[in-house]
């Protein structure tokens, strides 16, 4: 390793690791809230018991799930002074703006509207009650936006200017920052995501009690509810996934070239299934693919020229002087397809998952009842049903982890195919890091925020696991029967806020 570059490979390392430990837990945190809410607007609406089980047992999966990312997030903060102080002098006028927003939403807008809801079950009307899980669903939303808006900037600089006295970049038009096409499709591809998230893993933890013939009722409606989710947000995060590609072709071409392996641009260049070269040459020796299709996907022409990563290094030198403007084309090429192909996985599952339990042909014969003994296609006649059966379950419940999968891929592919920048054409990574720290302290709070993580990864999978394995709790009197005014009843007006779980 080239020592004089051992702080920032280190300092990219802790930052990377940290990162995509804190963002398994945000998609889970989006749609989590807003799959909760809907469960309780339909128990609101039906007065049925299975709803607000449902909204109990999912609700508090998401209460396990947001503490955790918040624990991992306040770390992410540290690190822009610890490793990337001169990244911080440099940026924070533009970087703090939306941070400072995504702050104020996130520590003091979620926060009270969880508090609400979490200790106001025996004290708030239902509908009042029920309108503090959709604030705190619209924060998690807008605090993701802000984070989202911030890191645009980052990929796409707009709305500042340099100043020379100081050299550093100065905010002009905040509006510009938050409402540019980069952040605006990244939101959009990011949500989308979410939810496909959020589905698969409703659908996992729900296919894993039916397989088991457990908490019947509560877990049918929420398989629906997970594979109707999957399939909607598997087309918008396709759907999402274009456009965001077609803004990342104008504004990085490098980074859909190096998605590519695209050596040397062409006419109808080609969608790679497969490819294998010497990224020192500049070639693949093996390439499967697919004519024209990468032309279509950047300009919606099937014939149209994309350049290439040797074009388009070659330009940047040019613009930016002499250097390697090449990210690490294989993190870039398998990470891109790593993140499609577990996305699309789950996707395709859930489309499965709906047409074979649309008559409830494919549920455990303990769940069928009447009519549904008897199929109404040969396909499911035994023995072959019960082996349809028993395949399903299984990938039901493996596609909760695929998700996950993807987005830890979508992120190391959106920062690792934007080097050698830190912010894209104004400030290279290797400026952006602290002037003053040793490879030894870099390496320190590596491993000390590694050993963290891994400590709260173990307490976050085992009460993952038990209250999953629990199962949706029993109702009391009070869970049926809430208030119909703010502070309870007269008789329990003198009993102090309870908490839920």
């Not at 309780?40 to 007065?47: D, F």
């Not at 050299?167 to 979410?194: C, K, P, Y």
């Not at 976050?460 to 029993?474: C, F, I, R, S, T």
Request: hydrophobic share 50%; glycine share 8%.
């Amino acid at each position: 390793m080239d020592l004089a570059l051992a702080p920032e490979t280190l300092a990219r390392w802790q930052f990377g690791i940290t990162t995509v430990y804190h963002f398994l837990f945000v998609p889970l945190t989006i749609s989590l809230a807003a799959l909760t809410a809907g469960l309780q607007t339909a128990w609101v609406r039906t007065e049925k018991e299975k709803y607000l089980k449902a909204t109990k047992f999912w609700g508090k999966l998401f209460l396990i799930n947001i503490a955790m990312g918040v624990v991992t997030g306040i770390w992410q903060e540290f690190q822009f002074g610890m490793n990337w102080s001169d990244y911080s002098r440099f940026v924070g006028d533009i970087f703090g703006a939306p941070l400072a927003f995504e702050a104020l939403i996130a520590f003091f807008f979620e926060s009270t509207f969880i508090g609400l809801w979490i200790f106001g079950w025996d004290k708030l009307p239902k509908k009042i009650h029920l309108a503090c899980i959709w604030m705190v669903s619209i924060g998690t939303v807008l605090s993701a936006y802000f984070i989202l808006a911030a890191n645009s900037w980052m990929q796409h600089p707009v709305g500042y200017r340099i100043n020379k006295a100081t050299g550093r970049a100065e905010l002009t038009d905040f509006w510009a920052v938050l409402t540019q096409n980069t952040a605006l499709t990244q939101v959009f591809h990011t949500l989308s995501a979410a939810f496909l998230t959020g589905g698969a893993f409703m659908v996992g933890i729900a296919a894993y009690h039916l397989a088991r013939k457990k908490h019947i009722t509560v877990m049918r409606s929420s398989l629906r509810l997970g594979l109707v989710t999957v399939v909607i947000a598997g087309m918008l995060t396709a759907l999402s996934g274009d456009f965001l590609g077609k803004v990342m072709f104008k504004q990085q071409p490098m980074k859909m070239a190096a998605a590519e392996a695209l050596w040397d641009g062409q006419d109808g260049a080609p969608f790679s299934i497969f490819a294998y070269g010497d990224v020192d040459k500049g070639h693949n020796t093996v390439a499967i693919e697919i004519p024209g299709i990468l032309s279509f996907l950047a300009n919606d022409d099937f014939t149209s020229f994309v350049p290439g990563i040797k074009d388009i290094n070659k330009a940047e030198q040019e613009k930016y002087g002499p250097g390697d403007y090449r990210p690490n084309i294989p993190v870039a090429f398998w990470g891109f397809r790593w993140m499609i192909g577990f996305g699309m996985a789950s996707f395709m599952l859930g489309i499965l998952g709906l047409w074979l339990t649309r008559k409830k042909f494919m549920l455990p014969p303990a769940l069928r009842t009447g009519d549904d003994e008897v199929p109404r296609l040969v396909l499911y006649k035994k023995p072959l049903g019960d082996q349809l059966t028993k395949w399903f379950w299984r990938a039901a419940v493996w596609t909760l982890a695929f998700p996950l999968i993807a987005n830890s891929w979508g992120w190391i592919f959106t920062e690792m195919g934007r080097q050698p920048w830190a912010v894209y054409g104004v400030l290279r990574t290797r400026d952006a890091v602290s002037p003053g720290v040793s490879n030894g302290e870099v390496i320190t709070s590596m491993v000390v925020l590694t050993l963290i993580y891994a400590i709260l990864a173990v307490v976050e999978v085992k009460l993952l696991v038990k209250y999953v394995k629990a199962g949706p709790p029993e109702l009391t009197e009070a869970d049926l029967n809430p208030p119909t005014k703010i502070g309870g009843d007269d008789k329990d007006a003198d009993r102090p806020m309870a908490f839920s779980y």
